[in-house]
C-alpha cells in the first residue's frame, strides 16, 4: 500500500486531523515535530525509528525526533483521548459496537527499557525477553481501531523501586493484572463516551472472575472467552467443567455458523449454547457458548456470556468472532505505522510512541473509511 502517497496527496485531511491534538502541545516546536513525526510514521519507510522517521521528514539526524518521545511536555494521555474521539465519529455504534481486549508483545534486548522481563510473548510464541502491551481495540461494522494502551509491569519490576525510576515508572504505578489494566481501559472508554455493546476478549481475560464480575455489576454485556476446566454453574446449581458441559451436548444442537470475515473468507465452525446460572435477572441472561473445528471436533473453545435475555446465538457468535479484529489491528499497526518499531526505554517514552502509532492508523481507518463512501478529501471534525 502506497501509505506516503496517500498522506501527502491528502495533506488537507491529514492536517486536519493533526489539529485535533494541537490543544495536547502547549509549545509550536512540539506540535510541529508531532506532525513530523506522525508523518514518517505514515511514510513507506520500512523500519520506523529515531533515524529513519527522521530521514523519512528530511531531518539531518534523530535528535528532535528524540526530544519529541523524551523531552517536550505533552499529554500522550490528552491525545489518546483524541483518538478515541476521531474513531467514535467514523466507527461509533451505540448497538454493534464491541470492545476488544488484547495483548501483545514486542521484543527487547537487555534489562534496561520499563516492564522488560523474561516472559511469555504471543507474538513470539514461546517466553522471551520483552515487553508487553496490554490494548483495547473498537470495532464495528465500519471498521476497526485501537483505542488505549497500557503497558504491564511485572511484579519483579514494581518490587524494584530503584530500577522503577530509572526507568522513569512513577512511585505511584503500583502492581497491576493484565485484566485490572483491561478493566481500567474499559472504563476510561465509558467515562469518554465510547459507543459500544459488547465486550470480548481471550482467555487470559475471560479466565478473570472478578473481571467477568465487575463486568455484569455494571451491566455491560460480554462474551469471554475461558479455558477448557473452567467452571461454571448449571441449570442444575450444580459447578461444572465447562468441557463437560458442553461434552453433553447433541449433536443436533450444533449450528454451523460464520462468526465474521477472515483473509481466507467466511470463519465458519460450529456452535452450541446452553444456558446456565439459573439465578439471575428475568431480562438478563447467562450463556455458555462453544466453537467447534469443521476439521477437528476435538478442537474447541469455550466462551462464558452475560447480556440482554433476548440475546440470539447468531449475536454471540459475531461478538465472539470480532475478537480477530484487534489481532488485525496489531498488524496493521505493526506493518504501517511502526507500532514495534521503537527504540525508546522509558515508561513515558513508550505511551508517547505507542499512542502516535495508534493515532497514524487512525488516521488510516477514517481515510479508508472516507474512501469507501467516495469522499474526496476526508477530513475529521475538529473538536
Avoid at 517466553?127 to 502491551?133: A, K, L, P, T
Avoid at 512511585?171 to 493484572?177: P, R
Avoid at 453433553?248 to 446452553?274: F, I, P, Q
Wanted: proline fraction near 3%; charge should be neutral; hydrophobic fraction near 40%.
Amino acid at each position: 500500500m502506497l501509505v506516503e502517497e496517500m498522506a501527502t496527496g491528502w495533506s488537507a485531511s491529514f492536517e486536519a486531523f493533526m489539529g485535533r491534538f494541537a490543544a495536547r502541545f502547549p509549545r509550536v516546536e512540539s506540535r510541529r515535530q508531532m506532525r513530523s513525526y506522525v508523518r514518517g510514521l505514515l511514510s513507506e519507510t520500512e523500519r520506523k525509528n529515531g533515524w529513519t522517521l527522521a530521514e523519512a521528514v528530511g531531518d539531518a539526524g534523530p535528535e528532535r525526533m528524540q526530544r519529541l518521545l523524551n523531552f517536550y511536555a505533552w499529554d500522550a494521555d490528552g491525545v489518546r483521548d483524541e483518538v478515541r474521539g476521531a474513531v467514535i465519529e467514523v466507527l461509533g455504534d451505540e448497538r454493534q459496537g464491541v470492545l476488544i481486549v488484547d495483548e501483545t508483545g514486542f521484543l527487547k534486548k537487555g534489562t534496561t527499557s520499563a516492564g522488560v522481563a523474561r516472559q511469555y510473548s504471543g507474538t513470539a510464541g514461546r517466553i522471551e525477553n520483552s515487553q508487553i502491551g496490554v490494548f483495547l481495540a473498537y470495532a464495528s461494522e465500519r471498521g476497526r481501531a485501537l483505542i488505549d494502551r497500557e503497558l504491564y509491569l511485572p511484579k519483579e519490576w514494581i518490587s524494584d523501586r530503584e530500577r522503577c525510576r530509572r526507568a522513569g515508572i512513577p512511585d505511584e504505578v503500583t502492581l497491576a493484572t493484565k485484566p485490572v489494566l483491561a478493566r481500567r481501559m474499559i472504563e476510561r472508554a465509558r467515562r469518554g463516551g465510547m459507543p459500544f455493546g459488547w465486550v470480548t476478549g481471550d482467555e487470559a481475560y475471560g479466565v478473570d472472575t472478578k473481571l467477568r464480575m465487575w463486568l455484569e455489576s455494571e451491566d455491560i454485556a460480554h462474551v469471554l472467552a475461558v479455558a477448557k476446566n473452567s467452571m461454571v454453574v448449571t441449570m442444575q446449581l450444580t459447578k461444572v467443567r465447562v468441557d463437560r458441559v458442553i461434552a453433553e451436548v447433541t449433536e443436533d444442537s450444533w449450528t454451523r455458523m460464520s462468526c465474521g470475515d477472515g483473509a481466507h473468507g467466511h470463519r465458519v465452525y460450529d456452535w452450541a449454547l446452553v444456558d446456565i446460572r439459573p439465578l439471575r435477572l428475568t431480562e438478563r441472561g447467562h450463556w455458555l457458548l462453544a466453537r467447534r473445528s469443521l476439521t477437528d471436533p476435538t478442537d474447541i473453545a469455550y466462551y462464558v456470556c452475560f447480556g440482554p435475555g433476548e440475546t440470539t446465538l447468531e449475536r454471540l457468535v459475531r461478538v465472539a468472532g470480532s475478537r480477530w479484529a484487534i489481532e488485525e489491528s496489531f498488524q496493521t499497526a505493526k506493518n504501517e505505522t511502526g507500532l514495534d518499531h521503537y527504540q525508546v526505554r522509558g515508561y513515558a517514552a513508550w505511551y508517547r510512541h505507542i499512542t502516535l502509532s495508534m493515532a497514524a492508523a487512525a488516521f488510516l481507518v477514517i481515510t479508508r473509511e472516507a474512501a469507501k463512501k467516495g469522499a474526496p478529501h476526508p477530513v475529521p471534525t475538529a473538536p
